[in-house]
Nanobody, 124 residues
Framework: QVQLLESGGGLVQAGGSLRLSCAAS????????MGWFRQAPGKEREFVAA????????FYGDSAKGRFTISRDVAKNTVYLRMNSLKPEDTAVYYC?????????????????WGQGTQVTVSS
């Protein structure tokens, strides 16, 4: 059983930055991966970024490339998402999730545990 708790969301002006955190209770194994997704009202859940727990390899969705950075702290069982140069279109609920696979990390179906989400609102 893994529980994921996101934090760090909020209201920020366009061009600003936020850092999201996702703390996992329960063990994250070296064969696992952690991901961030987001969902805006009326839209499908979108892949943002993922990281392999074994070797720290990051993967990014197109919307995140060049602006967002995913990282992890193994000792704290925590994954982070640093978001810079935020745009109004980044407004969404951001979810973290755990995958027991290291492939297809851009697919929600690859993840078995999800957090409750944290709201990010970017004003213009």
């Amino acid at each position: 059983q893994v529980q994921l708790l996101e934090s760090g969301g909020g209201l920020v002006q366009a061009g600003g930055s936020l850092r999201l955190s996702c703390a996992a209770s329960g063990r994250i194994f070296s064969s696992d991966a952690m991901g961030w997704f987001r969902q805006a009202p009326g839209k499908e859940r979108e892949f943002v970024a993922a990281i392999r727990w074994s070797d720290d390899s990051p993967f990014y969705g197109d919307s995140a490339k060049g602006r967002f950075t995913i990282s992890r702290d193994v000792a704290k069982n925590t994954v982070y998402l640093r978001m810079n140069s935020l745009k109004p279109e980044d407004t969404a609920v951001y979810y973290c999730a755990r995958s027991t696979s290291e492939s297809r990390l851009n697919q929600p179906s690859s993840y078995d545990y999800w957090g409750q989400g944290t709201q990010v609102t970017v004003s213009s």
